[in-house]
């Protein structure tokens, strides 16, 4: 039987250097299944509206939904660190939302932790929300509720503006109180400052390596996801009856440091990368 991660562990994991593995899951036969094949962390992620519901996106899942499936992913894997997402204007809208909302996840679902989207725009609700006694995980680079903004499911910071976006996103993340951030389609020069010079956790999906821990949503790991496959998912599996060794091999590969190679990652517009030590003094030096 695992014994759960807290916070705390996953500090001390980032101290060690120690890759976290983690994945989506939606229903409890399949976190089950995670549990066993040893999984540090999964995500109730709002995803489930195109990975469960056949939705082409995520705005319109609701908190009910949202909470049913942490309900079922918690009775799945009592003993794995489950993170609850927040759908779209469940936190938007006030910061007396989000702590309700946030609060919700942990009541009446059993999550160990939230997830919200956002950067510099969402302080005040991270910070409320950690003020509350809640673990919280910012979500910055492409993030999916916004994608009507960011014109798409498009690759962020790829140019050292770009870059500057992010960064100050994943800075006011952490300064607002957040314990751990997640960056999501982000060139991995950049991620990589950002893990550089942060103090908490830092965890990818699609960008890059050089972080704590990679993220991938379990129907593109299990090739059950069928409209489009981002650049930087990699299929360990194309049957149900393999998700168990998928999850498996998935573990080791990301541990090892085997995944994600080069192919899977976002690199920076030819000639970007070279400004990046420019940007760097500029924003750490003082
Ligand atoms: O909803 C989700 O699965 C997510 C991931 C894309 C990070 O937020």
Redesign the pocket.
């Given at each position: 039987m695992p014994k759960k991660k807290t916070i705390y562990d996953l500090q001390q994991m980032k101290r060690k250097g120690e890759k976290v593995t983690w994945i989506?899951s939606y229903d409890a036969p399949t976190a089950a299944l995670a549990e066993a094949a040893g999984l540090d962390m999964l995500?109730v992620?709002?995803?489930?509206g195109m990975?469960v519901m056949g939705l082409e996106g995520?705005v319109p899942v609701t908190m009910e939904q949202c909470l049913h499936h942490t309900r079922a992913v918690r009775t799945g894997a009592p003993n794995t660190f489950v993170i609850g997402?927040m759908p779209f204007m469940s936190y938007q809208a006030s910061v007396e939302d989000a702590v309700r909302n946030a609060g919700r996840f942990l009541k009446e679902a059993g999550a160990d932790a939230i997830?919200l989207?956002g950067g510099v725009r969402v302080t005040r609700q991270i910070h409320a929300i950690a003020e509350a006694g809640i673990v919280v995980f910012g979500?910055i680079g492409l993030t999916?509720q916004s994608s009507g903004q960011l014109g798409g499911f498009k690759a962020q910071g790829r140019t050292v503006e770009a870059a500057r976006h992010v960064i100050k996103d994943a800075m006011a993340v952490e300064a607002a109180g957040a314990h751990c951030l997640?960056v999501?389609a982000v060139s991995p020069e950049v991620t990589a400052l950002i893990h550089k010079h942060l103090t908490i956790p830092v965890y990818s999906?699609g960008a890059g390596p050089d972080v704590d821990g990679q993220?991938l949503?379990v129907s593109d790991l299990l090739g059950l996801f069928q409209a489009f496959t981002p650049k930087f998912v990699k299929k360990y599996a194309h049957l149900a009856e393999e998700m168990k060794r998928a999850f498996g091999e998935y573990c080791s590969e990301v541990r090892s440091g085997a995944f994600p190679g080069p192919e899977h990652v976002y690199n920076m517009v030819e000639g970007e990368a070279d400004k990046l030590g420019e940007l760097e003094q500029e924003i750490w030096a003082s």
């Open positions: 989506t995500l992620g709002d995803s489930l990975c995520t997402d997830k989207e979500h999916p997640l999501e999906i993220l949503i």
